[in-house]
C-alpha cells in the first residue's frame, strides 16, 4: 500500500494545470450524464462540485507532495492571466447560480430535497472559494520562478518569505490564502511591481468575492431556517 501510494503520488505530481483541468472536467460531465434527467438542476450543480472537488484533490496533492526544486520545475508551463480571470468570474458565475439554486429550494420541497439543495450549494460556494485562491496560488509560483511574458519574462521573484530556504508550493498557497480571508499581505514581502500588481488585483477580487458572495449566502441560508 505505501507503495502504491508513493506511485500515485509521483504520477500526481508529473501532471499539469491542462491535464487537472482535463480531468475535472470528464469527472462533472460524467456525473450530469450519469444522474437522472428528471434532476436537471441537481445534477448541474452536482457536475460542478465533482468537478472541482477532483480538481481542488490533484491540485492539493501536488502541492502537498513537491519541494522548492520540483516547484521551480514544474512553474514552467506557460500560465495565462487571462485563464486567471475568467476562472475568477465563473467561479462568481457559478456561486450566484448556487445562490439562486439554494434560494429556490426554499420553497415547496420536501425537507429531505431542501436539505440536499442547501448542501450541495454551500459545496458549491466553498469550492468555488477553495479554487480561486489555489489557482492564485500556482500562479504565484510561476510568477516568482518563471517571470511573465515579452519584456516582463525575466521579472522573476518579488515575494520575499521568512526563512533560508527556497519556496514550495505550500509557501504561495499560504500567501495565496492569506491575501483570499483578509485582502492584505501578511510576514510575506511584495517586493516587485508585477508582484504588486497581481497581489491587488488578487486582493480586491477576494474582497469583492467574500463580499458579495458569501455574505449573501449567509443572509439566504439563515432566511431558510
Given at each position: 500500500?505505501?507503495?502504491?501510494?508513493?506511485?500515485?503520488?509521483?504520477?500526481?505530481?508529473?501532471i499539469?494545470?491542462?491535464?487537472?483541468a482535463?480531468?475535472?472536467?470528464?469527472?462533472?460531465?460524467?456525473?450530469?450524464?450519469?444522474?437522472?434527467?428528471?434532476?436537471?438542476?441537481?445534477?448541474a450543480?452536482?457536475?460542478?462540485?465533482?468537478?472541482?472537488?477532483?480538481?481542488?484533490?490533484?491540485a492539493?496533492i501536488?502541492?502537498?507532495g513537491?519541494?522548492?526544486?520540483?516547484?521551480?520545475?514544474?512553474?514552467?508551463?506557460?500560465?495565462?492571466?487571462?485563464?486567471?480571470?475568467?476562472l475568477?468570474?465563473?467561479?462568481?458565475?457559478?456561486?450566484v447560480?448556487?445562490l439562486?439554486?439554494?434560494?429556490?429550494s426554499?420553497?415547496?420541497?420536501?425537507?429531505?430535497?431542501?436539505?440536499?439543495h442547501?448542501?450541495l450549494?454551500?459545496?458549491?460556494?466553498?469550492?468555488?472559494w477553495?479554487?480561486v485562491?489555489?489557482?492564485?496560488?500556482?500562479h504565484?509560483?510561476?510568477?516568482?520562478?518563471?517571470?511573465?511574458?515579452?519584456?516582463?519574462?525575466?521579472?522573476?521573484g518579488g515575494?520575499?518569505?521568512?526563512?533560508?530556504?527556497?519556496?514550495?508550493?505550500?509557501?504561495?498557497?499560504?500567501?495565496?490564502?492569506?491575501?483570499?480571508m483578509?485582502?492584505?499581505?501578511?510576514?510575506?514581502?511584495v517586493?516587485?511591481?508585477?508582484m504588486?500588481?497581481?497581489?491587488?488585483?488578487?486582493?480586491?477580487l477576494?474582497?469583492?468575492?467574500?463580499?458579495a458572495?458569501?455574505?449573501?449566502?449567509?443572509?439566504?441560508?439563515?432566511?431558510?431556517?
Open positions: 500500500m505505501p507503495i502504491l501510494t508513493s506511485h500515485l503520488k509521483r504520477w500526481i505530481g508529473q499539469n494545470a491542462h491535464h487537472r482535463a480531468l475535472a472536467s470528464l469527472s462533472g460531465v460524467a456525473v450530469f450524464f450519469l444522474l437522472p434527467i428528471a434532476l436537471l438542476d441537481t445534477r450543480i452536482a457536475s460542478w462540485d465533482v468537478a472541482s472537488g477532483v480538481y481542488l484533490l490533484l492539493w501536488t502541492m502537498a513537491t519541494d522548492a526544486e520540483a516547484t521551480r520545475i514544474s512553474t514552467s508551463n506557460r500560465q495565462s492571466s487571462l485563464a486567471i480571470l475568467l475568477v468570474l465563473g467561479a462568481a458565475c457559478i456561486s447560480a448556487a439562486a439554486f439554494m434560494y429556490k426554499g420553497h415547496g420541497l420536501p425537507v429531505w430535497k431542501k436539505m440536499l442547501v448542501a450549494s454551500f459545496l458549491a460556494l466553498g469550492f468555488s477553495l479554487l485562491h489555489t489557482r492564485f496560488a500556482f504565484y509560483a510561476h510568477r516568482y520562478y518563471v517571470g511573465g511574458k515579452g519584456a516582463r519574462a525575466a521579472q522573476t515575494l520575499n518569505f521568512p526563512g533560508e530556504r527556497k519556496p514550495d508550493y505550500l509557501d504561495f498557497a499560504y500567501f495565496s490564502f492569506v491575501i483570499g483578509t485582502s492584505q499581505v501578511s510576514d510575506v514581502a517586493t516587485s511591481r508585477v504588486r500588481r497581481l497581489t491587488l488585483a488578487h486582493g480586491l477576494s474582497f469583492g468575492f467574500n463580499v458572495v458569501l455574505a449573501l449566502s449567509v443572509n439566504i441560508f439563515a432566511s431558510l431556517i
